[in-house]
């Protein structure tokens, strides 16, 4: 399989704040990644479509001055938490699509936001 | 009507039972199947991936898929405590290397008892 990191793993920030999470791609290079959000019990919700070398594609309902993407290189895209509210307090998913015997999205750690 | 539709459980079975999950959808575009199996508070991990119908087999787990009837399936034979976790299948229409979306269900619980 291919391996996506994810950093930080677990961050507590307060209100108000803004909150920077990185994702990479490890042993392969991604012009594409997705941000997703998973709220307790509940299945993965797409936020985003990070593309290298352009803006993002956000899904419907999504703001995007709030959630900011940044696809920096074919191995890095950042999501920027701006002016962070405790409702932003979920797990934020990454995944990377990579091609091969098996042609499918791979998936980051996750990183677990809590806004005080 | 969801696009993929999933039971959400739990399921729950005693070790060693064979654990059956399933997946219809409605897009009959649909030609890439996954599973991914996810632990609390993890990323989801690729499990199993089938290209268009048939059954495929890797150790402990077999996926089956069934266009004709939009119907997919994971079997996990001879369960496992670890194997306590949220399976989710996914789909798609196009290949995903190409940075095409996947289309989830909502996952289903499944708890093995030793």
């Known amino acids: 399989g291919a391996v996506v990191s994810q950093h930080p793993s677990w961050v507590i920030c307060k209100s108000g704040t803004s909150v920077k999470i990185e994702c990479r791609s490890l042993?392969?290079?991604?012009?594409?990644m997705f941000w997703y959000r998973q709220f307790p019990k509940q299945s993965l919700m797409l936020m985003a479509t990070?593309?290298?070398?352009?803006?993002?594609?956000?899904e419907q309902g999504v703001e995007k001055d709030k959630f900011l993407i940044n696809h920096a290189s074919l191995t890095l895209s950042t999501l920027t938490v701006t002016s962070a509210h405790p409702e932003d307090s979920s797990f934020y998913i990454c995944?990377?699509?990579?091609?091969?015997?098996?042609?499918?999205?791979?998936f980051g750690p996750g990183t677990r936001l809590t806004v005080l | 009507q969801k696009e993929v539709e999933q039971d959400p459980g739990p399921l729950s079975v005693p070790e060693g039972a064979i654990v059956s999950l399933n997946c219809t959808y409605s897009?009959?575009?649909?030609?890439?199947f996954m599973w991914y199996r996810q632990y609390s508070r993890k990323g989801p991990e690729l499990l199993m991936y089938?290209?268009?119908?048939g059954n495929k087999e890797d150790g402990r787990f077999t996926a089956q898929v069934d266009k004709s009837s939009k119907y997919i399936s994971l079997f996990i034979r001879d369960s496992q405590p670890s194997d306590s976790a949220t399976y989710l299948c996914?789909?798609?229409?196009?290949?995903?290397?190409?940075?095409?979306?996947?289309?989830f269900g909502g996952g289903t619980r499944v708890l093995v008892k030793p």
């Open positions: 042993d392969f290079q991604a012009t594409t």
């Open positions: 089938t290209y268009s119908s």
């Open positions: 990070s593309n290298e070398g352009s803006k993002a594609t956000y």
């Open positions: 897009n009959s575009a649909f030609q890439y």
């Open positions: 995944s990377a699509p990579k091609s091969g015997e098996t042609d499918t999205q791979y």
């Open positions: 996914a789909m798609s229409a196009y290949p995903q290397a190409a940075g095409n979306k996947l289309t």
